[in-house]
Nanobody, 126 residues
């Protein structure tokens, strides 16, 4: 059973940066593709970024390309999301997810991920 714990959320002004972390336990993290999703108040959960188990392939939502970077350190069983040039619309709860997919495949559909963290709140103010 994969257990995921997010951290690093907080309040920041627009244009600022945050780095989220997702610590995994109960698994060998390299066997799992990882992703970040977010859910804004009153909206459905949406895909933000994903990274394959090896870290070779990454995918991003168009809204965050060039500003967010997903990375992983399998030795530390941790996945990161570096968020730069934050905009107000980035406000929401950010969730880390783990999934078993074919090698170097990323999935952007939340229903395909079987393990989720509890989420960390990110608030961006103008």
């Amino acid at each position: 059973q994969v257990q995921l714990v997010e951290s690093g959320g907080g309040s920041v002004q627009a244009g600022g940066s945050l780095r989220l972390s997702c610590a995994a336990s109960g698994c060998s993290l390299s066997n799992y593709a990882m992703a970040w999703f977010r859910q804004a108040p009153g909206k459905a959960r949406e895909f933000v970024a994903a990274i394959s188990g090896s870290g070779i392939t990454t995918d991003y939502a168009d809204s965050v390309k060039g500003r967010f970077t997903i990375s992983r350190d399998n030795a530390k069983s941790t996945v990161y999301l570096q968020m730069n040039s934050l905009k107000r619309e980035a406000t929401g709860v950010y969730y880390c997810a783990a999934g078993s997919f074919p090698r170097n495949t990323n999935v952007i559909v939340d229903g395909q991920y079987k393990s989720w963290g509890q989420g960390t709140q990110v608030t961006v103010s103008s």
